[in-house]
């Protein structure tokens, strides 16, 4: 994620923010006193080679370090470029723009034309000087004209969205001359709704004129944040349309349905600074969406309440009920008050759904390798009664890749005091992909591109616990005993480092106390298929050997398993001296190897010769 706080000069700022959205454009540091001009790929000698038709402008802005008002840079910026613009040695763009080490803000060149033509205040007062009488009419004037028109976006948190915008408005089919039909709005789709309902809650969601207390008897009558977000969404000029709502919006403010009875519910509500923040923040996205999403939107609120907010990216989510137990285990081998005598950190927290139900905030770091998942967690926050974090400790990190110099400080004390670390647990669902599969093996011969092999963990440790690597979870395992020793560990996982042939080097390695742990399907964990047991397993990491094997209950028959730690050679060594190579028998039975995701494999056939199965003749 960008940052650009603390920047000591103002041609650094720029040459970053070049470098990080701008890159496959060039660039000019300045023309005419405009700080920041995007160009085509054209070479500076080319740019003034021969005149207005040598390189295609796209943005002109203005620069600077700290951060400052949006609408005092515009201002600077528009008397700075008149004089380029009136010369016409070079062709106006179709977008203006403004940035800090904070955030970066566009509007269409064409909006700010009608600006030109002004008379009323001194054009060659000095852009600079934002105190003086000229200028202050001037910010007037063009705050007045595009205030409602800007478009700005946050370094880091809304960065995705920004290379989108740059990706769509910046290329050889969007010049000057159709800068007056050029759309500074995003498309709102089934894809991005609830990721754009997330800024909506931080941007919007504070100016609406509604008392907390009365948010709470909203709340009581079902009527939640959701329902004014897709009010907005749902509209075309300030006007709700359609009437399948409970709130909808009429001339830009909230009204509810006559339906809803009760004296809160009677009257219009509106903003609380006048619907600047409204209009800013929808100046951004094309409202209605198109046709075919909208139904969609309508019928997927559930989407946007909390508990599923949490499961909008990736897969494999730890179910609530699952998550509820793996607590009740914690308190039975840490103490009930484990949660204010434990530090806890969860190194692959997703959006943080393991982590719901927690009450003690200041023991308790999240981070994500995404971004995405890091923003989602920390809107959350905002409104999801149930994620008690704090901000500061919900970070990005990627555990298999970067260093612990990039913690936050107060956690990497932790991870460096000795005592403090025998108190940390980390407690993480983290990913159960591999390299390598029946199906990847049989049908190309290689592994699953970059999933556990792009990982500076898996070259770190691959000699040390061998082919137990492929499984990105074995590498978290691996770093954390290996990295924070003597902490404990809580997670869930496949059951594999515990009994298969290929993690007898990672057995010999993880040296750890079992503690207690337990069962389920794993076709109980959304958007998992496979028939396989997923174990929550809870270990002392100051262990002197790994058991020999580990009983777990199996929650959902009340009963216990266990699991053997395989040390010699396994069933697949043995079975092979059966193996025949002969072509005429009359049957074969297929045995593949003996784990729990091929159980349902072994079967007679007729015809021999299969791949990666070990045929018998009958």
Known sequence: MP??????????????????????????????????????????????????????????????????????MFTQLILTCKKTYEKGEHLAPPWLGVFDEVRIAFVSFHDMLPIFNETDFNWNTTPSNHETADFQKAKEKVTKLIGAKVAVYNFGGDDKEIKEFIKTHFSAKVGAAD??????????????????????????KPFINIPKAEWTEFKQKGILDCDFYRADVMSDGGNTITEKLKIVLKNDNYKFQENISGRLFSSDISFTDGGTAYSRFWNRYERPPALEYRQHIIDRRDLLV??????????????KIWADKSKEYLAKVFGENWQDEYYVWDCAAGTGNLLAGLTNEYNVWASDVEQGNVETMQSLIDIDENLNLLSGHVFQFDFLNDGFDKLPEELKKIINDSGKRKKLIVYINPPYAEATSTATATGTGHNKENVATAHKTRDKYKSTIGSATNEVYAQFMARIYHEIPECKLALFSKLKFVNSQNFIKFRDFFKAEFKRGFVVRADTFDNVTGKFPIGFTLWDLQGKNFPKSIILDVVEKHGKKKFWALSGKSINRWIIQFNKTVIDGIAYMANPAPDFQRINQPYLTAQGGKARIVGFVC
């Open 179 to 204: 800068s007056a039909s050029t759309s500074i709005k995003s498309p709102i789709t089934k894809d991005n709704f609830v990721q754009i309902f997330i800024k909506w809650v931080k941007e919007v």
């Open 3 to 72: 940052t650009y706080s603390g920047i000591q000069k103002e041609e650094t700022l720029k040459g970053l923010v070049h470098d990080d959205y701008f890159l496959k454009f060039g660039y000019e540091p300045n023309i005419d006193n405009i700080d920041f001009v995007i160009t085509d790929k054209k070479t500076r000698t080319d740019l003034f080679s021969d005149g207005v038709g040598s390189s295609k402008h796209y943005l002109w802005a203005e620069a600077k370090k700290g951060a400052h008002d949006v609408f005092d």
């Open 306 to 319: 909390p508990t599923n907010i949490r499961e909008v990216k990736g897969s494999f989510f730890t179910p």
